[in-house]
């Protein structure tokens, strides 16, 4: 291999290596919350939509908090609920979902925790803490 080869490989691993690196979170289907629950994952639901202010904000910590623990990836399943899709929803609806910009966490029958509409760093990485902690007892 030559000089020029090794630079050019080595800079497309530097690029692509850290975004391979943070899984997307699972898009939401009718079904999925019940059969990762029945699997015995804890869930972390991101209840968004695309034009909320208050959603993007929340996502910026998420990916943050994720990036400097990978470990909350390893252990907690996040899926994403579109809210223009499934806020009428029986999910929405069931859990009383009052609202987009809501995090909850799931494991088994239980609600561990939940934050509607805010966006403390401290208050989300709580949160997640709540879900890896339940995800790896």
Known sequence: MNR???LALTGVAA???P???QAKPLDYTKGLVEQRLA???TLFLDFKASWCSTCAAQERVIKALKAENPAYERAVTFIDIDWDTHGNGSLV???NIPRRSTLVV???DQELGRIVAGTSR???KALMDT???AATS
């Open 19 to 21: 975004v391979m690196g």
């Open 15 to 17: 690029v692509t290596l």
């Open 106 to 108: 799931l494991k088994g």
């Open 93 to 95: 609806r069931q859990m």
């Open 131 to 133: 879900a890896l902690g």
């Open 4 to 6: 020029r080869d090794f």
């Open 39 to 41: 699997a015995g994952e």
């Open 122 to 124: 401290k208050d989300i």
